[in-house]
């Protein structure tokens, strides 16, 4: 199980390594997780066309797939991306947005689950549970479900796609079907602000590619977010200037920020 | 006319019921009007793939259409969701954002007023003046008439279209073709900030979702963003940090800074 | 070559004539851009529908061409818009994101030049360096090249196309072929915030609108630029904070800010 040391190794290894990550995602957050990776260190790429997944997915060291706001040639992209990563053996990461509210979003990520075996999928209580099958209504795009309640289909999915899963909430829990980890920190504030959890998938994305393990850069991703998230809180007078400072701490973080603000434990 | 109690009692109710907003809308403002629905404690969600309108439309409790950045798969699904959304009864508001400017901004939002006959409609006083077959130039996506010069456009629309017209300026004005509010606040800044009218349109159709009518809702909504608006500009240094502020206000936002930043009287 | 009286001319001449500057833009800067030109004191639109590109270009004063998430119905707007603004004599200029990453983007930036003929292409090193056809990698949309790396690929380019060629970096170079400008200012954080590349081509859009010469627009707008970055750096904690106060101080700016922070000079 990561520990801070492993934590600060990861943060700090993004910083050095910059890796590049590749994403096809959804419109409305393209703008804050491009800024949260570069504040943490890593390069954003974000592309679509067909033309150009493989040569882009090539460059890259690690790939997102957010299926937010889907239509029908970036779902095309998506499998494209998704196979190309996985032939060159990329960590690649679904956030499977709003799974559970329609069909199109619940099939198209069991889809990219089945074909494109991310290495690592990060969703809410709600589309966790959706695309493990369980019974459970998605509300929208945010979680009805807290952490714990989706434990079970959690360790379930990762079982079943031998996938690391990531369930946040209040309390992150991250399980290869095997180990279970919480991650305990972050801030009331941050559901308040829109893309923190796709801001949370792209960061796990830059530590998994840097990262001994899927399990390690999951569980060090989701802690740097919600470390950051801890220390924008402080400064924070509603959820305009936490969002501001969530990305000044991404890029300030420290070993001591990490030690003092996040708890690593099982449950 | 509503009075501070009732803008009050929706600001509130929004909070309480976290109505979901379903936007399709213009890439430009996704994310800022999604953290402003999200500040005032309702519940965003963004989609435009025909195949899970019908389904999304059946867990939201209200719909924008904004005709922002338009092409033809867009304009598809805004029919297709607003007449299932007129189908169950939800509150429509439409934002002919650049009407005027081109015949394809100013068709598509005269066929969606004629064949989705939305609630509400959300514009400047060019934007009305044009979608009300009124003479008067559109300049891009800024107004160049008043709220005061587009009375008479805002309402004949009404009329015709039994909607309530909002035309937003200075001066804000409200009416269903009988009745007609001015709601005076905000700040000279706004203007400078992209994505403020459209911002407007999304709290007027969370306000909708709670409110006794849609007139009362277009009022309250109007006036919690001229509340925040003012609120935001007497702490800010520029359009960057006002931004910034505004969000924050909209989530801080009390009964007495409604009573003491905003007056909402007749012409 | 343009000194501080003349940016300070253009400057202020973007706030008089607020210069509606039409952009085709990539996803991921939209918002920010729109924000960059609104605080400058010019008018952002963006659209990308075949089906009016030839309206709006008669209404505007500027056409800006991104290439940051091409695919092929925007690609064919940019040709389209490209052709209305050439006739009309509109000022367009070029933003070639990560050309030389994917030969989608390399072979789009390399036809725009062809085919549109901007009057000026602004990019990183890197970018200008794959345009100009030299050797060397894009490492995804950020730079791998300085400034001065690239000056021959910047005056080849210029020579080969009549166009001013801006290459951004610690110092920026802007060159006709034959002049060369150096402007000298920003901070080492702006390259850690999403956009500002993209955000210097719109502010050089804005700048050609109202210039006596693309280069002299160019050389002002990269100075404008300078200038904002600068002083944003002293109150930022950051790149969330930077960005914020950027916005402010562009809003800000004084003909005294230019002089104190930004150096222009020959190589």
Excluded: K
């Excluded at 492993?6 to 997780?33: G, Y």
């Excluded at 040639?73 to 960590?91: T, V």
């Excluded at 289909?153 to 996938?163: N, T």
């Excluded at 941050?190 to 893309?195: D, K, Y």
């Amino acid at each position: 199980m990561p520990h801070t040391e492993q934590i600060w190794r990861n943060v700090d290894a993004v910083r050095r390594e910059a890796p590049l990550v590749h994403s096809i995602t959804n419109f409305v957050v393209m703008n804050v997780t491009a800024n949260a990776l570069l504040a943490a260190g890593a390069s954003p790429i974000m592309a679509h066309a067909r033309e150009e997944m493989a040569e882009l997915i090539n460059i890259v060291s690690a790939l997102v797939l957010n299926i937010g706001t889907l239509s029908a040639p970036w779902i095309d992209s998506m499998f494209l991306a998704g196979a190309a990563a996985r032939e060159r053996g990329l960590p690649v990461v679904l956030d499977p947005v709003g799974a559970g509210a329609s069909t199109l979003r619940t099939t198209t990520a069991a889809q990219l689950m089945e074909r494109v075996r991310p290495a690592i999928v990060r969703g809410n209580g709600s589309e966790i549970m959706a695309l493990a099958g369980a019974a459970g209504a998605t509300r929208g795009v945010d979680s009805t479900r807290d952490a714990h309640a989706a434990a079970d289909s959690a360790r379930a999915l990762s079982l079943r796609h031998r996938c690391v899963t990531v369930v946040s909430g209040p309390v992150d829990l991250i399980t290869d079907g095997d180990e279970v980890v919480l991650v305990t920190g972050g801030h009331a504030l941050m559901p308040r602000v829109t893309g923190m959890g796709c801001t949370s998938t792209v960061l796990v994305a830059a530590h998994a590619a840097v990262a001994a393990s899927p399990l390690e850069g999951a569980v060090s991703g989701m802690a740097a977010m919600s470390a950051a998230g801890s220390m924008a809180a402080e400064r924070a007078a509603g959820p305009g200037s936490f969002a501001m400072h969530f990305i000044d701490a991404l890029y300030a973080l420290s070993e001591a920020d990490i030690r003092a603000r996040v708890r690593v434990g099982r449950p």
